[in-house]
Nanobody, 124 residues
Framework: QVQLVESGGGLVQAGGSLRLSCAAS????????MGWFRQAPGKEREFVARINRLGYGRNYADSVKGRFTISRDNSKNTMYLQMNSLKPEDTAVYYC?????????????????WGQGTQVTVSS
């Protein structure tokens, strides 16, 4: 089992920045590729970014590319999402997730463990 806890969400004006954190406990954090997803009201949960086990491979959704940066510190069992130039359409609950053994990096079915989510609200 891996327990994941997100933090760092909040209310920010358009153009502002937030840094989300995902603290992991349980099994060895560095054994897992990790991802960030988000879910806006009335919409399906969607992929935001993913990072491999050692932090060298990163991929982003087109909608956040150039504005968001995913990173991890395996010595602290923590993953981060730096979000800059935020837009109202970034408003959602953001979830961190630990990769499972099957499925795709870019869909929820590829992830085995999930945090409870943190709300990000961007005002215009």
């Amino acid at each position: 089992q891996v327990q994941l806890v997100e933090s760092g969400g909040g209310l920010v004006q358009a153009g502002g920045s937030l840094r989300l954190s995902c603290a992991a406990s349980g099994r060895t954090f560095s054994n897992y590729a990790m991802g960030w997803f988000r879910q806006a009201p009335g919409k399906e949960r969607e992929f935001v970014a993913r990072i491999n086990r050692l932090g060298y491979g990163r991929n982003y959704a087109d909608s956040v590319k150039g504005r968001f940066t995913i990173s991890r510190d395996n010595s602290k069992n923590t993953m981060y999402l730096q979000m800059n130039s935020l837009k109202p359409e970034d408003t959602a609950v953001y979830y961190c997730a630990a990769r499972g053994l099957s499925g795709s990096d870019y869909y929820t079915s590829g992830y085995e463990y999930w945090g409870q989510g943190t709300q990000v609200t961007v005002s215009s």
